[in-house]
């Protein structure tokens, strides 16, 4: 997640949007590919910003839950309208106010369940949107050692 926020880093500051990384300290090291994920994470973060004004934030997390390993995208940017929500996974889906091809969040959910995982997406008009996807829980060979 470190290089996502690097890669983002300059955009976020020049919109004036906060852009951090909650990774607990113990985080376990898991056997998933990193750049498919990262792949994942670029594209969330990419609208993410793309939605937050000026002011707002944007936060990326991961956590080890009952359900897996469990990535958030979340923003306090203008929210998905709620008879959008439904479709912002579908291929060419785009919103009133999109600017992207329509495909970001289709690949997304492809390489999430390409891996076993899902994706889902919680908004609020005004309050902003979290983009959750969740991948099976492996550690990764020799963590155990560590």
Same mark, same amino acid.
């Given at each position: 997640?470190?290089?996502?926020?690097?890669?983002?880093?300059?955009?976020?500051?020049?919109?004036?949007?906060?852009?951090?990384?909650? +990774?607990?300290?113990?985080?376990?090291?898991?056997?998933?590919?990193?750049?498919?994920?990262?792949?994942?994470? +670029?594209?969330?973060?990419?609208?993410?910003?793309?939605? !937050?004004?000026?002011?707002?934030?944007?936060?990326?997390?991961?956590?080890?839950?009952?359900?897996?390993?469990?990535?958030?995208?979340?923003?306090?940017?203008?929210?998905?309208?709620?008879?959008?929500?439904?479709?912002?996974?579908?291929?060419?889906?785009?919103?009133?106010?999109?600017?992207?091809?329509?495909?970001?969040?289709?690949?997304?959910?492809?390489?999430?369940?390409?891996?076993?995982?899902?994706?889902?997406?919680?908004?609020?008009?005004?309050?902003?949107? !979290?983009?959750?996807?969740?991948?099976?829980?492996?550690?990764?060979?020799?963590?155990?050692?560590?």
């Amino acid at each position: 997640m470190g290089e996502v926020i690097a890669a983002f880093r300059a955009q976020a500051e020049s919109g004036g949007v906060g852009l951090r990384a909650d +990774v607990p300290e113990d985080m376990p090291l898991a056997d998933i590919d990193p750049l498919r994920v990262r792949e994942v994470l +670029v594209n969330l973060t990419a609208n993410a910003l793309r939605h !937050t004004p000026r002011g707002g934030e944007v936060r990326i997390a991961v956590e080890v839950t009952s359900r897996g390993l469990c990535f958030s995208v979340t923003d306090s940017g203008t929210g998905i309208a709620p008879e959008d929500l439904p479709h912002v996974f579908e291929r060419f889906y785009k919103t009133a106010d999109s600017t992207g091809s329509g495909l970001g969040l289709a690949i997304a959910r492809n390489l999430v369940l390409a891996h076993g995982g899902q994706i889902e997406a919680d908004s609020a008009a005004r309050r902003g949107t !979290t983009i959750r996807f969740m991948l099976p829980f492996r550690p990764a060979a020799g963590a155990a050692a560590q």
